[in-house]
């Protein structure tokens, strides 16, 4: 499948460290954003302090992938698990989401950053909804990075409803069950028009998806970090991509 790419010809890699080969940077990088908890707790502070700062981590992050040309970035915001967590951690992180949206639209604009999120989203507050609509709409046509934000977002979730529009293509005979590949399985995914990751980061040391692109992640390099997500900067992702680069990617080939 083609995939569009956000063009980075016109923003030179002034920024990008001496030591990382510009043409053997990943294209699309993925985060799971782990230890906001643990990082609060250790300060004695509120856990939601932790989600806070995290934010600021994910917004330098993208300043990152700006800078050193990545033009894709998709992090795990809030999965259908963490309806799980106490109610007010849940209502905090959810307005939260709408709050940030509404301060950094404008932002977002002038970096021309392009953001989506995937996930179950009807099941969103209504005004986070309407906020999460119309940053895509005023966002959608913007080329330098391509932000997607996972929210209410579970991999099994999303291999199941793709499963499912197949199934009814196939029973109003739209589709025979022999054409289905997986091309035509991955263009069912909310990821449909993204390529899939090439780095899958994670950090607090946790080892585990999580249910996190469960399908897009197939060959993704993974690098787990012991550092907590507030505490993950510009060094650290720099790490991250020097370790990337010294991986020999084989697809399964010799």
């Not at 992938?65 to 990545?70: A, E, F, Y």
């Not at 997986?182 to 899958?200: G, I, K, N, V, W």
Request: hydrophobic share 40%.
């Amino acid at each position: 499948m083609t995939h569009s790419q956000p063009s980075t010809a016109t923003h030179p890699l002034r920024t990008l460290p001496a030591d990382l080969d510009p043409q053997r940077l990943p294209q699309h990088v993925a985060v799971i954003m782990d230890g906001n908890g643990r990082w609060a707790r250790q300060r004695h502070l509120p856990r939601v302090m932790g989600h806070q700062q995290g934010v600021e981590t994910l917004k330098e992050l993208l300043r990152c992938c700006r800078d050193w040309g990545i033009p894709h970035l998709t992090c795990y915001a809030f999965s259908t698990e963490n309806w799980g967590r106490p109610g007010l951690e849940v209502e905090f992180l959810l307005t939260l989401f709408e709050r940030v949206l509404r301060q950094e639209l404008q932002e977002l604009i002038r970096e021309q950053v392009r953001i989506e999120f995937v996930g179950q989203l009807q099941a969103l507050p209504q005004s986070l909804q309407t906020q999460i609509s119309e940053a895509v709409a005023l966002t959608r046509h913007h080329q330098r990075v391509w932000l997607t934000v996972a929210t209410n977002y579970g991999g099994r979730q999303e291999i199941v409803r793709a499963c499912q529009a197949l199934a009814q293509q196939v029973q109003r005979g739209e589709l025979a069950p022999e054409d289905i590949d997986e091309t035509r399985f991955a263009q069912q995914l909310y990821t449909s028009s993204s390529p899939d990751p090439d780095l899958l980061i994670r950090t607090s040391g946790e080892m585990r998806l999580s249910n996190f692109l469960l399908w897009q992640i197939a060959y993704a390099e993974l690098y787990v970090t012991e550092t907590l997500w507030p505490d993950f900067d510009r060094a650290s992702f720099h790490q991250a991509l020097v370790a990337f680069q010294q991986r020999q990617r084989r697809f399964g080939r010799l």
